[in-house]
C-alpha cells in the first residue's frame, strides 16, 4: 500500500459525459500528480500540483482539468468524454515539488471505461 | 520523440538466476531515476531509485547501475524469484523543466520461471 488514495477504483460512463477523479496523496506530501496509461500508451504524465498550484503540465486535454484543494487531496475532471478517453488514471504524490531525489508514489488507479 | 527507452519488451529468466533490465535515455538533464514494478490493473510500485550524483544504489536484491556518459541504466534483481513476474519501467525525472513530470520507458516484461 503506497498510502495513495485513489477513488472510484472503477468507472464506466456514457460518451459526452463529465466524471470526477479523487485522490487524497501521503501523508506529509504536498505534490499531487496526475498520469494516463491507455491500452496501447506507456504512462503518460498529464499535471502536478504542488501546496494547491499547478507546477507542471503534460500532454492534458483542454476538456480535463484538475486542481488540488487546501486539504492538498486532488480532483481530475473529465468532461465531453470520448470513447478514446478510456484508460486507467493514476494519481500519485511526493514530499516536494522538485525532481531531485523526490520519489512519486502511485495510487492503485481508477479504470475508466466509456461507452 | 522517446527520451527515456526499455529497448527489451520481455525477458525470460529462470528462479535463482540474475535478471537484468537495461534503459536508455536521451536528456542529459535527467538527475533522478526510478525504476517501478507494475502488476496489471495496479498502480506502478516503487522499486528503487538512483541520484545523477552516483553510479550505484544498492536494496536488497535490487541494484541499479547509472552510468551517464552513456545515458544508460540497468536493474539487476538478484536472485530472481517468481513474485518478481510483472512489468518493470524505467522512469526518469527533472530534464530541465519545472516540476518533477516523469518521464517513462515502454516497460520491460519480466517472467520468473519456477
Known amino acids: 500500500d503506497s498510502g495513495v488514495t485513489q477513488t472510484p477504483k472503477h468507472l464506466i460512463t456514457a460518451t459526452g459525459q463529465r466524471v470526477t477523479l479523487r485522490c487524497s496523496p501521503r501523508?506529509?506530501?504536498?505534490?499531487v500528480y496526475w498520469y494516463q496509461q491507455s491500452l496501447d500508451q506507456g504512462l503518460q504524465f498529464l499535471i502536478q500540483?504542488?501546496?494547491?498550484?499547478?507546477?507542471a503540465k503534460g500532454n492534458i486535454l483542454e476538456r480535463f482539468s484538475a486542481q488540488q484543494f487546501p486539504d492538498l487531496h486532488s480532483e481530475l475532471n473529465l468532461s465531453s468524454l470520448e470513447l478514446g478517453d478510456s484508460a486507467l488514471y493514476f494519481c500519485?504524490?511526493?514530499?516536494?515539488?522538485?525532481?531531485?531525489?523526490?520519489?512519486?508514489?502511485f495510487g492503485e488507479g481508477s479504470w475508466l471505461t466509456v461507452v | 520523440d522517446q527520451q527515456v527507452k526499455q529497448n527489451s519488451p520481455s525477458l525470460s529468466v529462470q528462479e535463482g538466476r540474475i535478471s537484468i533490465l537495461n534503459c536508455d535515455y536521451t536528456?542529459?538533464?535527467?538527475?533522478?531515476f526510478l525504476w517501478y514494478k507494475k502488476y496489471p490493473a495496479e498502480g506502478p510500485t516503487f522499486l528503487i531509485s538512483?541520484?545523477?550524483?552516483?553510479d550505484k544504489n544498492e536494496d536488497g536484491r535490487f541494484t541499479v547501475f547509472l552510468n551517464k556518459s552513456a545515458k544508460h541504466l540497468s536493474l539487476h534483481i538478484v536472485p530472481s524469484q517468481p513474485g518478481d513476474s510483472a512489468v518493470y519501467f524505467c522512469?526518469?525525472?527533472?530534464?530541465?523543466?519545472?516540476?518533477?513530470?516523469?518521464?517513462f520507458g515502454g516497460g520491460t516484461r519480466v517472467l520468473v520461471k519456477p
Open positions: 500519485a504524490s511526493s514530499p516536494r515539488g522538485d525532481s531531485a531525489g523526490n520519489t512519486i508514489y
Open positions: 501523508s506529509g506530501d504536498l505534490s
Open positions: 500540483y504542488y501546496n494547491g498550484e499547478e507546477r
Open positions: 536528456n542529459s538533464m535527467f538527475d533522478y
Open positions: 538512483i541520484s545523477s550524483i552516483k
Open positions: 522512469a526518469a525525472a527533472g530534464g530541465g523543466a519545472a516540476g518533477n513530470k516523469l518521464t
